[in-house]
């Protein structure tokens, strides 16, 4: 059965760094997402991306934080100067076309230190 | 953006009790999912409703879709400890937001 595939598994990174988190969505979806959960609390939204281009964003993704599909596999999320608050799940879900269910990868556990 | 309340926050059963946990919102959505998760995994898809009042079954959980579909609710049957998780509900839209979840736990 396909499924969307997240690497790493988990990120251990300096304070300042940059980081990118990789992510394989099912292939033929359309629709990209970005989410993040802290530990013990609830699953934000931070990203949408769709026909190349972001089409929605949350006050979390600031200007730190990008989303790339650079060859028509793979979608990443970058967090150019990471900072302790940083530290979470991220997760990366498609869905095959917008108002449809999403699926979801196991996710990157990113600690900052 | 479309805010989906979940009640209640916590819940802690003992098995083989019912149990009912909502979802809200005062929007309308196209279509609503469950989505069940377990420390330290991604969520995953339990149901999709599309048509208000709509009911589905799926073994011990029943899951239905406000006629106006703005709520729905997730109804467990003779809880056992292997439901233990968080619950979360999404509706469908361009950016797909979360509820908080309901963290239900099932004592043995």
């Known amino acids: 059965e396909p499924e969307v595939t997240q690497t790493p598994s988990h990120q251990v990174t300096q304070m300042g760094q940059e980081v990118i988190l990789r992510c394989v969505p099912i292939?033929?979806?359309?629709?990209f997402y970005w989410y993040r959960q802290i530990l013990g609390q609830k699953v934000e939204f931070l990203v949408s991306?769709?026909?190349?281009?972001?089409?929605?964003k949350s006050e979390i993704f600031d200007d730190q934080f990008s989303v790339e599909r650079p060859d028509g596999s793979n979608f990443t999320l970058k967090i150019r100067s990471t900072k302790l608050e940083d530290s979470a799940m991220y997760f990366c879900?498609?869905?095959?076309?917008?108002?449809?269910?999403?699926?979801f990868g196991q996710g990157t556990r990113l600690t900052v230190v | 953006t479309q805010l989906l309340e979940q009640s209640p926050q916590f819940l802690s059963i003992q098995e083989g009790e019912n149990l009912t946990v909502y979802c809200n919102s005062s929007?309308?959505?196209?279509?609503l999912q469950w989505y069940r998760q377990e420390p330290g995994e991604g969520p995953v898809l339990l149901v999709t409703?599309?048509?208000?009042?709509e009911v589905k079954k799926l073994k011990r959980l029943t899951f239905q879709f406000g006629d106006a579909r703005k709520d729905s609710s997730l109804h467990i049957t003779a809880a056992q400890p292997g439901d233990t998780g968080l619950y979360l509900c999404?509706?469908?839209?361009?950016?797909?937001?979360f509820g908080a979840g309901t963290r239900l736990t099932v004592k043995p």
């Open positions: 879900a498609s869905r095959p076309t917008g108002y449809t269910e999403a699926f």
């Open positions: 292939s033929n979806h359309l629709y």
């Open positions: 991306f769709y026909n190349n281009e972001i089409s929605e």
């Open positions: 929007s309308v959505f196209s279509s």
């Open positions: 409703v599309v048509t208000g009042g």
């Open positions: 999404a509706g469908a839209s361009d950016d797909m937001r």
